[in-house]
Every structure is written in structure tokens, then in C-alpha cells.
């Protein structure tokens, strides 16, 4: 199985940005799928972003394109989402994903998931 550790979440004001990490377990970390996700209490969980196992396409949810990039490291077993101009309506948790599949934004399709980055956004 693969274990997934997000990590560089924190507190930020608006306008200001944050890089977060998704360290991989296991050797065939390559051939997943890798995407990011965001959920708040009590609302059901939202795409943000997506990447393919060579990292040569992104997919992003519209309501982050153009501040946020996703990107990876087969040889380091990392993903990271590089999120800049953040506002408060990007405060979530933050989950990594990894699928062996290619459905990018339909969280039911990725097999493994960490516990969870808090990103909290001020005014």
C-alpha cells in the first residue's frame, strides 16, 4: 500500500502564498496519478488539481487556475501545489491523492490518501 504525508500548510494572509508537500511511500510511485483536493467541515469534497505520472499535464479546478501549479518528483516520490495570491475562500484541508488511473477530478477514483494539510487564509 501507499502512504501519503502532506505537509506546509500554516496560516497566511490574503494575497500571500504557501508550497504543499505530499511525500509517497513505495517504488512505483511514477505510476500514479497524483492529484490534490480540499474539504471544509460539514461541505463534501472539492478537486483542485491533478497530475499525470510523468508530470507532463496538470489539471486544475477553475477556481484555482492561473494562482496554483501543481508539479512532482518521481525520483523524490513528491508532490507539491504551489499556491500563490491565496484568498480566504482557499482555506480548507488539504488532501494528497495518488490513483492508478487517469479519471483526474473524481476524488472516487483515487485509491490512496494523507491524513490532511490545515491551509487558513486571513483577510
Known amino acids: 500500500q501507499v502512504q501519503l504525508v502532506e505537509s506546509g500548510g500554516g496560516l497566511v494572509q490574503a494575497g500571500g502564498s504557501l508550497r504543499l508537500s505530499c511525500e509517497a511511500s513505495g517504488r512505483t510511485f511514477s505510476m500514479y496519478t497524483m492529484g490534490w483536493f480540499r474539504q471544509a467541515p460539514g461541505k463534501e469534497r472539492e478537486f483542485v488539481a491533478a497530475?499525470?505520472?510523468?508530470?507532463?499535464?496538470?489539471y486544475y479546478a477553475d477556481s484555482v487556475k492561473g494562482r496554483f501549479t501543481i508539479s512532482r518528483d518521481n525520483v523524490q516520490n513528491m508532490v507539491y501545489l504551489q499556491m500563490n495570491n491565496l484568498k480566504p475562500e482557499d482555506t480548507f484541508v488539504y488532501y494528497c491523492?495518488?490513483?492508478?488511473?487517469?479519471?483526474?477530478?473524481?476524488?472516487?477514483?483515487?485509491?490512496?490518501w494523507g491524513q490532511g494539510t490545515q491551509v487558513t487564509v486571513s483577510s
Open positions: 497530475i499525470s505520472w510523468r508530470g507532463v499535464t496538470t
Open positions: 491523492a495518488a490513483q492508478s488511473g487517469t479519471v483526474y477530478s473524481n476524488p472516487n477514483f483515487y485509491h490512496y
